[in-house]
């Protein structure tokens, strides 16, 4: 029995949409599971409720004189106090910089975090590339190497920080992959990183839904000095990302986006800037995306990280039990049912005889399915799980470049999040065995542009299912 209002084992009941059903080929309406969460994850009902009511005090922020306009800049920064709250943040420190998504906090950091001239970033070679190419764009890149087996690693970073030493000035690292589910251990990066005089960029898009976080303090050896994540990974998709640096990081400089609500002062020929965070939110926030992600993040809270970090892990080993069974799947990464608590509920996989975009696309149409299929974003760590070759790769970029995407490497990607359960996985291996077994319904076909598989005359009509 769960010791708060929650019980991890029956989240569902608070998903918003869970239970909506959805067409197959042969006309057959079932219930939807979404194994995609690592992509964005549903709604809690907590959450909705929450925006529904705060909508009949929604009002503009911070200079608004009426009632409306102080209620909504309040709870605005509430939300900020929540965040500190949920990676143990001293905000005497710390700086919570509201943007658009991840993807953007990632950018801004490496636009304006202050590097020497003559420093070098690293990176790792499992980054989405949200976590790569803009710090490209800043300074010269390493990629630290992963294993055989796609982890980190960890005498590639040592020898990398020795090779470079003293012009290593920012390692940028994924809390979690979003390809082969794998943890990073971030302190022990941090604890070396800062050793070698560099300071430590956590991309936490995949953990922050699946683990604790805890930045500890400033000046503490492990100490996490800047994080980004996104509110539509962990149960608020309202269009919320989130940079969290410390304070001295903006301090100089121009942010990387002027106009409204950065300044204290205007004239005709100069700008005074005003204090984060909001010298680096130009413009109107998202208000009610914060709201929704106080809420989100209150309410998982409340249910307990280790309580859902415990329920996942339950979920991919039962997962991975069942699926290794399947003949022709081959797994990206490891699956060791006694290493769950090490890595999230993220498991790629392909069935040998068949192309990824044709699997991603049969679980949909004959099974309800949602997944993924593909490079998640992560074309170098993919290309790497997979095996590919640098001439294989060259002959592959030269069909891209020509808009041929038939042969794209790529594969299928289930993902877990708090509110999934066995009978799902139970359906979905029941699905994937029948496509091993070539028990296929529809035929497919191959668009050669997107690299997708549609059924031949499937035909659907979307506005009989939403209108605007
Ligand atoms: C590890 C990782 N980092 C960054 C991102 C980018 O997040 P967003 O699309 O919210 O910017 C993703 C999205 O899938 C991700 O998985």
Redesign the pocket.
């Known amino acids: 029995m769960s010791r708060t209002k929650y019980d991890v084992d029956r989240l569902s009941e608070i998903l918003v949409g869970y239970d909506r059903k959805v067409p197959l080929l042969n006309g057959e309406m079932v219930q939807y599971i979404n194994f995609d969460n ?2 964005s994850t549903p709604t809690l009902k907590p959450v909705l409720d929450t925006i529904v009511e705060f909508m009949d005090w929604y009002s503009n922020i911070h200079r608004g004189t009426g009632f409306k306009s102080q209620l909504s800049t309040h709870f605005f920064e509430k939300s900020r106090e929540i965040v500190a709250r949920f990676f143990n943040i001293n905000t005497k420190d710390h700086v919570i910089i509201f943007g658009k ?3 953007e906090a990632i950018n801004k950091l490496a636009r304006r975090v202050p590097l020497p001239d003559d420093s070098i970033i690293m990176v790792t070679k499992m980054e ?1 590339h ?2 790569d190419l803009p710090w490209r764009f800043r300074k010269p890149v390493v990629h630290i190497d992963v294993d055989g087996q796609g982890r980190l690693d960890w005498d590639d970073f040592e020898f990398k920080l020795n090779a470079n030493k003293g012009k290593v000035g920012l390692v940028a690292i ?1 809390g979690a992959s ?1 390809v082969t589910g794998y943890i990073n251990d971030i302190h022990r990066v941090a604890e070396i990183a800062h050793r070698n005089g560099a300071r430590v960029m956590v ?1 936490a ?2 953990l922050a839904p699946h683990r604790s976080i805890d930045i500890k303090p400033a000046g503490h050896p492990q100490h996490i000095d800047f994080l980004a994540f ?1 509110a ?2 962990i149960y608020a998709p309202f269009g919320l ?1 989130v940079l969290i640096a410390d304070r001295g990081t903006f301090k100089e400089g121009n942010p990387d986006m002027v106009g409204g609500g950065t300044v204290d002062l205007v004239s005709e020929d100069y700008a005074f800037w005003t204090d984060v965070p909001e010298k680096e939110e130009a413009g109107t926030p998202n208000i009610v995306g914060a709201i929704a992600l106080g809420k989100a993040l209150s309410v998982i809270m409340d249910i307990g990280m280790d309580a859902i970090a415990e329920h996942e892990a339950r979920l991919t080993r039962y997962a991975l039990h069942k699926l290794k069974k399947i003949p022709g799947v081959v797994f990206y990464g490891s699956v060791d049912e006694d290493d769950v608590h090490n890595r999230l509920g993220v498991i790629s996989f392909n069935l040998q005889d068949k192309p990824h975009g044709l699997g991603g696309s049969i679980l949909n149409y004959e099974a309800g399915i949602g997944v993924r299929n593909g490079c998640f ?1 992560a074309h170098p760590y993919v290309k790497c799980l997979l095996g590919v070759t640098m001439d294989q790769s060259k002959v592959l970029e030269a069909e891209i470049l020509q808009h041929d995407r038939s042969h794209i490497p790529g594969a299928v990607r289930m993902s877990f999040g708090l509110y999934n359960n066995e009978s799902e996985i139970d359906r979905f291996a029941s699905a994937l065995e029948k496509i091993a077994r070539n028990e296929i319904e529809g035929e497919y076909e191959l668009n050669a542009g997107s690299g997708e598989y549609f059924p031949k005359n499937a035909g659907i009509d979307f506005d009989n299912y939403f209108q605007l």
Do not use: E, I, V
């Open positions: 690592a992509a998504n991840a993807t989405h949200s976590n994924t979003n991309d898009a995949q996104s539509h990974k990302g974003c």
